[in-house]
């Protein structure tokens, strides 16, 4: 079974830090890049950080950049979001995803995690 579970959300004062993490199991996770990718109720998601497979290369978007910083452990079938100096425009929920198709024991599929929120509030 393909999952994807966030954790490390709450509650955090504008300036901030939190670490996020994705647990990742059902697929070679080490073959595929990852991404984080954020939504505000309401709104689209967006694009916050990517990574490819082995963890060489990086990219963010725009807003993020200098503040987030992605990394992934393939041992541990885990990546990561660094968010740095929050602001309370970050305030969102927080999805781990491949952001392609993956290979599973049922066919090629698309995971998408729960999601874990991120409030950014004094």
């Known amino acids: 079974q393909v999952q994807l579970v966030e954790s490390g959300g709450g509650l955090v004062q504008p300036g901030g830090s939190l670490r996020l993490s994705c647990a990742a199991s059902?697929?070679?996770?080490?073959?595929?890049?990852m991404s984080w990718y954020r939504q505000v109720q309401g709104s689209e998601r967006e694009l916050v950080a990517t990574i490819t497979s082995g963890g060489i290369d990086t990219n963010y978007a725009d807003t993020m950049k200098g503040r987030f910083t992605i990394s992934r452990d393939n041992a541990k079938n885990t990546v990561y979001l660094h968010m740095n100096s929050l602001k309370p425009e970050d305030t969102a929920v927080y999805y781990c995803t491949p952001g392609v198709p993956v290979w599973t024991s049922r066919g090629y599929l698309e995971p998408w995690g729960q999601g874990t929120l991120v409030t950014v509030s004094s």
């Open positions: 059902g697929f070679t996770f080490s073959r595929y890049p």
